[in-house]
């Protein structure tokens, strides 16, 4: 019953995202059907797919508004400073050549798919990390850190202030 | 407008051009893949938003058709560019390429 | 009107860069590397594409650069897969 109930949600936002990318294609109003007859058998296999990923923790998390907005602002934020930041350090590193890469592991604590995927997203386009593997059971980040600063380091030594903002998005 | 766009531009191509010479210049799989992946995700921001100011300045439907296709084109690549890096460097692992000058490889030694 | 052409030239840069990719391509030792290489440069391609769409006028090129990233993405997930089993 839960699960049809994810599956139909899922599949209902799909619908409006893609009739809404689809805006005034039709030759009278808004969509013409064989837009409409597409987007509801592609949103069906959507929800089908994504459901069981996006309601990992049940309740709608990922629906409520604060959450997009808060990505949002991550996004244009903290997220793309970071990412200016690491494109000066790989550029200081290819002119100097100055590395000691390293793999190391650490445990940021996050339990769901939604959260890990985003936080091993933002650690591959931060400074100086790039992610390896995840252990699903554990939640055990495997990083490869082109300039090690310690071998058994905390979650903030890797990737600053980014699991919490994966927390607060996505958890 | 013009000179915001053609200051994009410059910092794209600059950003690109880091990332291919960090792809010639660095010694192992997991350092050009922190290079490559890196600079050209960047650099591709800073074209596409180019092209984002540029349909908004031109106006129209067809502008406007513009920036919204490549918005969406900036979000797929978003998207696919760290996985398919954080894919490609989980299966040199596993393949058994080890990092150039290690310090420590966790991974290696077996989980916890 | 307002500098297609550099976008034209933006998009010829590119290419060259993709040159310097392809020099990773031939010569990287270890199949890791010439994956990693193939990543780049489509990337790159994707980009171009986008640029090219502006320097023409065409809104077409921007979809199909859309596609190619996408699929793109999938062929490199099947790289990634064939790498795990060690092979060089």
Not at chain 1, 30 to 41: H, R
Not at chain 1, 92 to 116: A, D, H, M, S
Not at chain 3, 7 to 27: C, E, K, N, T
């Amino acid at each position: 019953m839960r699960k049809a109930a994810e599956w139909a949600v899922t599949a209902a936002f799909a619908l409006v995202v893609y009739l809404l990318l689809v805006l005034w294609t039709g030759d009278l109003g808004l969509w013409s059907p064989a837009e409409l007859i597409a987007g509801v058998v592609l949103s069906l296999l959507v929800g089908l797919v994504a459901a069981p990923i996006l309601w990992e923790r049940g309740g709608f998390r990922m629906l409520q508004p604060h959450r997009w907005v808060l990505f949002l602002f991550y996004l244009v934020g903290p997220f793309f400073l970071a990412m200016a930041r690491a494109n000066l350090d790989v550029a200081y590193r290819v002119i100097t050549g100055k590395i000691r890469p390293g793999i190391v592991r650490f445990n940021p604590g996050l339990k769901t798919e939604v959260g890990q995927t985003l936080l091993a997203n933002s650690i591959t386009l931060t400074p100086g990390t790039l992610t390896v593997d995840v252990d699903d059971e554990s939640g055990d980040f495997y990083v490869h850190w082109i300039n090690v600063k310690a071998e058994e380091p905390r979650p903030q030594d890797v990737c600053g202030p980014f699991p919490t903002w994966a927390r607060r998005i996505a958890e | 407008m013009n000179i915001l766009i053609y200051a994009f531009l410059a910092i794209g191509a600059a950003f690109n051009g880091l990332g291919a010479v960090a792809l010639i210049r660095f010694p192992d799989v997991y350092t050009r893949i922190h290079g490559a992946t890196k600079c050209t995700t960047f650099g591709s921001i800073f074209f596409i938003l180019a092209v984002v100011i540029y349909g908004f300045a031109h106006g129209g439907g067809e502008g406007g058709t513009l920036a919204v296709h490549a918005l969406i084109a900036l979000a797929a690549l978003l998207i696919t560019n760290p996985t398919g890096s954080h894919a490609l460097a989980r299966g040199a692992h596993r393949g058994g390429i080890r990092p150039f000058r290690a310090v420590v490889d966790r991974l290696a030694e077996g989980k916890r | 009107m307002i500098g297609e052409l550099s976008f034209g030239v933006a998009a010829a840069v590119m290419v060259g860069l993709m040159v310097v990719s392809v020099l990773r391509l031939a010569i990287g030792p270890t199949a890791a590397d010439r994956a990693v290489a193939l990543d780049t440069i489509n990337t790159l391609v994707v980009t171009t594409m986008v640029l090219l769409g502006v320097a023409f006028g065409q809104v077409v090129y921007i979809d199909v650069a859309i596609v190619y990233a996408l699929l793109s993405f999938i062929s490199t997930l099947y790289i990634a897969r064939y790498l795990e089993r060690g092979a060089r």
